[in-house]
């Protein structure tokens, strides 16, 4: 395996604990559906694409390389409020590949059987939600959001049972890392400082490395990861996207949005919007991801709290002044991302005010979240009737009025702009449809989506039929999680 990755793993010089090895189980019938060329050529990766048979049987682990230790990871996880022990029920480790430049990434394959974390699942996935998982992910990362990417989906040629027979499948995911806030709380479960100390040590090197002299560093780690989650929510609230299962294990320490079960694109500006059958309190909806995120950072600060101090009442102390700093911070980043998307330059008082506003009219009349932003960067769009009521029309005169106002620069405005509103997101009813076609077998669609969500911001695509909305689709879509 070496010839096509460059492995060199570290995550096994942790404790035992933290992992069990698990080999891979053959599957009957390997076949290519997607593969990642551009990704694998910035990696590194050397697969080879001219041989389908040959990517298949590696992307599906059906490869005998005796060297090769694959592993489950271990880690536990708040699931909708509640505790539990997890770990990698239907993923496994293939390595950490290290690229020319010198970066490393995780090589998992998800839906490639039981391991010891499996609990009551076949550690299997099915086509649709592997595929899925691959849209998104990689229009979430051309979104310029930092998150977990897909080199490959192949099909196992073996059935897959949920409600319905379905076709199994594998996807390989790439990450930075698999270091969740969840294999925090398994490590401070084990009640062993030496074991927490080890991951704790572990995920600075890997992903902190510029704080590893800092005093205080744990309280350094809590902040630095807290702003990169703030960061990572921002950019969600910025395009639409709601992730749908903020667990705590799915929340990762190097700041990248990882699990695509039920996420989903918010059409209509709805701060409640939910998408996911199983949230049934609406916890993960849109307008609830900064609370928690915020959350789950506290139940990793909690983890922190032997390596804070060893006065407990002290770490405590410590810890809360970092979580309760968040919500100001969040406010601050977040009025700065509006404010780019409404090509605002400078502050001024009125700002907050102006945002709200814009905000409060799109949830009364219905706006799609996307095509407001890209009809105000498009000024000829406003003929359009939405805007023609005199609520539009008064805000519309006050933003303008601001906007010309403070060192206003016309093209430095429309930059700001055009950086922050995408006009390509992927569409609820696009994604279905294109999924509904490559379980038929016809990737075509599929293929052409995933070219046209490589640039999102880039304003001459001019395929209607991808950034209009469809009235039909806006009717409460519900994602599943398809495990
Ligand atoms: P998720 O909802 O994808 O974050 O998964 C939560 C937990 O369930 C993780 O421990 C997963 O590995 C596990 N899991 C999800 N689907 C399956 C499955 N089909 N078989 C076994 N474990 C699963
Ligand atoms: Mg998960």
């Known amino acids: 395996m070496n010839s096509y990755f460059n492995f060199e793993d570290t995550y096994t010089n942790l404790p035992k604990c933290f992992f069990t090895e698990q080999e891979i189980k053959k599957v009957s019938l390997p076949g290519l559906v997607i593969f990642n060329d551009k990704l694998a050529k910035s990696l590194n990766i050397n697969i080879p694409s001219n041989d389908k048979s040959e990517m298949a049987k590696i992307l599906s682990g059906n490869f005998n390389d005796k060297k090769m230790n694959t592993y489950a990871q271990a880690y536990a996880g708040h699931q909708f409020g509640h505790f539990t022990n997890l770990g990698d029920g239907r993923a496994i480790m293939l390595g950490e590949h290290v690229s020319k430049c010198g970066k490393r990434y995780d090589i998992q394959l998800k839906g490639s059987g039981i391991t010891p974390y499996s609990r009551r ?6 086509l649709g939600p592997m595929l899925r998982e691959y849209i998104i992910s990689e229009a979430v990362h051309h979104l310029n959001i930092p998150t977990t990417r897909s080199l490959s989906v192949i099909k196992t040629g073996e059935d897959v049972f949920r409600e319905k027979k379905l076709q199994g499948s594998i996807l390989t995911r790439i990450a930075s890392s698999h270091i969740r806030v969840g294999t925090f709380q398994y490590a401070a479960a084990q009640q062993d400082t030496k074991i927490l100390r080890s991951l704790f040590d572990y995920t600075v ?3 902190y490395s510029d704080i590893k002299n800092s005093e205080e560093i744990s309280i350094k780690l809590l902040k630095e990861f807290s702003l990169k989650q703030i960061n990572l929510i921002i950019n969600w609230m910025r395009v639409g996207f709601i992730h749908g299962v903020m667990n705590t294990d799915n929340m990762t320490l190097s700041g990248e949005t990882i699990d695509y079960g039920p996420c989903a694109f918010m059409n209509s500006y709805d701060p409640n919007t939910k998408f996911s059958s199983i949230d049934h309190m609406g916890r993960y909806s849109y307008k609830n991801q900064p609370i928690i995120a915020q959350w789950n950072i506290a139940r990793f600060a909690e983890t922190l709290l032997p390596l804070i101090s060893s006065d407990l009442n002290e770490a405590i102390k410590k810890a809360e002044d970092v979580i309760k700093s968040m919500p100001e911070t969040y406010k601050t980043n977040w009025l700065n991302m509006m404010k780019k998307k409404l090509g605002l330059i400078d502050n001024d008082s009125e700002d907050e005010n102006i945002i709200n506003s814009l905000l409060s009219w799109m949830e009364k009349n219905n706006a799609d979240f996307t095509n407001t932003f890209v009809d105000l960067m498009n000024e000829e769009n ?3 009737s939405i805007y023609k009521s005199q609520e539009f029309k008064s805000w519309f005169k006050i933003y303008k009025k601001r906007k010309l106002s403070k060192n206003f620069s016309k093209s430095k405005s429309l930059k700001l702009m055009k950086e922050n509103n995408p006009i390509i997101i992927p569409r609820n009813h696009i994604v279905e449809n294109v999924l509904s076609s490559a379980e038929e077998r016809d990737l075509n669609p599929l293929k052409k989506f995933l070219k046209v969500l490589e640039n999102p911001y880039d304003n001459n695509v001019k395929i ?20």
């Open 121 to 126: 699942g076949d550690g299997k996935a099915a």
């Open 382 to 384: 406003l003929d359009q």
């Open 205 to 207: 090197k890997r992903h």
């Open 464 to 483: 209607p039929s991808y950034f209009k909305i469809d009235i039909k689709s806006d009717q409460p879509y519900m994602t599943f999680c398809g495990t």
